[in-house]
């Protein structure tokens, strides 16, 4: 949960050789590949996510960016907005 009423706050681990990383949400089923979209991209590892419904859950993904392309989304792990 984000310190703020309808925020989350999502943090990862740099990954070596990542000059950014790219955040991806669903707000409904994770499994269905269509349900995700690119919320930001960020050179940081985190990222607050706001205009959220409160309580309701969110499922974040990150996927880092280096010169050699994009790789792999990590697991999705779910949030939700205070």
Known sequence: MGPLSG???????RVHGAKSYQVLR???????????????TTSTA???DSNLESFK???Y???AIGFA???NPCAALMGRAA
Request: glycine share 6%.
């Open 69 to 71: 392309g994009k790789g």
């Open 46 to 48: 985190r990222f607050v």
């Open 26 to 40: 669903s707000a409904s089923d994770p499994t269905v590949s269509a349900n995700w979209t690119v919320v930001t």
């Open 61 to 63: 993904a990150v996927v």
């Open 7 to 13: 925020q989350t706050d999502v943090r990862w681990k």
């Open 57 to 59: 859950p969110y499922w």
